[in-house]
């Protein structure tokens, strides 16, 4: 369902990466002969962020097994990449992998505490279950980006399930504010509350 969508890719600056990039970071990796092994030894091995831009161009290409092999190593050179993190988390969420994404996110959020994003995401995971621990979780999204309306939007929804109106129609007119497209995805108790109230007529016009 639309409402649930995952925020799937952070990608930022790193999304330059291609096909082409994660090719040569294999070939670079994988040579045979005596002659290729000898030039590889004097090339710089890929830094962290382009196997990280590497990774993400495989996962933006449907490849998550190729994406995580990336990941596993930019967090063997750097353990604190709350990107790679992320997206492990991603992939497992996706993949169905509960557990395993929460573990993810929840590195993520050890390194970035208002990291919106997995703090959205982990949010998901738990509105069923945990209610109340998913509803702490997009406070703290909303927290760190008031922007965030899809984290209104789920806001809204748990504050309605509560029957606390006035709450749910503040999370919901948050969301439609900066994002008018979810006015569809808002119940239709709050909906009309948020519509845009016609123009007043001008003094002595028709009405």
Known sequence: MKRRQLLV??????????GLMSWSVVAWAAATSNTEARASSKQTPPSADALLQAGIA?????????ASRFYGVVLSLDPQNKVAWYNLGVIAHQDGRAAEARRAYDKALKIDPAFSSA????????????????????????????????????????????????EAAEEFRSAVATDPSLLSQVPEAFRDSLSPSPAPSPAGSPR
């Open 9 to 18: 890719v952070l990608s930022g600056a790193a999304a330059v990466a291609t």
């Open 58 to 66: 495989a996962q933006q290409k449907g490849d998550p097994q190729g």
């Open 119 to 166: 703090l959205y995401n982990e949010a998901l995971l738990l509105e069923s279950t945990d209610p109340d621990r998913a509803m702490g979780l997009l406070e703290r999204a909303v927290g760190a980006d008031p922007r965030a309306a899809t984290a209104h939007l789920h806001l809204g929804d748990l504050w309605a399930r509560r029957r606390r109106d006035r």
